[in-house]
């Protein structure tokens, strides 16, 4: 398994659950990324290709430190008494935590809900997504506003910025199961773009230009 991340075709009609790859692939490059893509284990920080092989021990990857998304590698069949999973929860104070099913079986009016996922839009926090079964995807803006698709699956977690212009959808499979994490009582409001005058986006546009390579990835 890898996690991979790729540039979407914006012109194509097709099925949002399809991987809308550019003919020919675009994948998210260490070009493109340059300089902004680190691993951090417990005895080594060093540079890695976009595209990793996964293991079941604990890791974070900041996919890129202008877009602020951050990831990590956990194990799906030990959420329950994850230690690195703890330690994250505490870290980053996520003291609110719910699972969730998204399929067309357990959401009511799915094909709206899924609709309305996938419809561009921004949250006054974090958004934080743990997949335990299944898979789906993320999908963000670079900061030339082209679309950069995601590809999460069993074991990933996945930190969303507050004011970073962003959708959701599953893909084929129809199925992901989702542990949801909150700072304090949950907020789901989405703000539908534009919301330039915002106070997350502008946060968030005001640390594409101040945050430094790597300096998220102090506190871990």
């Known amino acids: 398994m890898a996690i991979e991340a790729w540039f979407m075709d914006e012109t194509s009609g097709e099925d ?45 990857l900041y996919l890129n430190t202008e877009l602020g998304v951050l990831y990590w590698r956990l194990n799906p069949e030990n959420y329950e008494n994850d230690a ?29 809900k899924l609709k309305n996922f996938y419809t561009e839009h921004i949250h006054a926090d ?28 069993a074991g990933d977690l996945i930190i969303l910025p507050a004011g970073i212009y962003h959708r959701f959808t ?23 773009r534009p919301q330039e005058d915002h106070p997350a986006r502008k946060e968030y546009i005001k640390n594409l230009v101040t945050e430094k390579v790597g300096a998220a990835l102090e506190a871990y």
């Open 16 to 60: 949002q659950r399809l991987p809308r790859h550019c003919y020919p692939k675009e994948l998210v490059s260490p070009d493109y990324l340059a300089g902004q893509i680190s691993l951090s284990i417990s005895v080594s920080f060093f540079w890695v290709l976009f595209s990793l092989s996964h293991t079941n021990s604990g890791l974070c």
């Open 84 to 112: 690195e999973l703890k330690k994250i929860r505490e870290d980053r104070g996520y003291n609110y935590m719910d699972l969730l099913d998204i399929c067309p079986e357990k959401v009511a009016d799915f094909k709206e």
């Open 126 to 153: 974090e958004e934080i997504r743990y997949c335990l079964e299944g898979s789906a995807y993320f999908d963000v803006r670079d900061k030339y506003d082209r679309w950069i698709r995601i590809w999460i699956k």
């Open 170 to 192: 599953l893909d084929t499979g129809d199925y992901v199961k989702l542990m949801r994490l909150f700072v304090g009582e949950p907020v789901w409001t989405a703000h539908n």
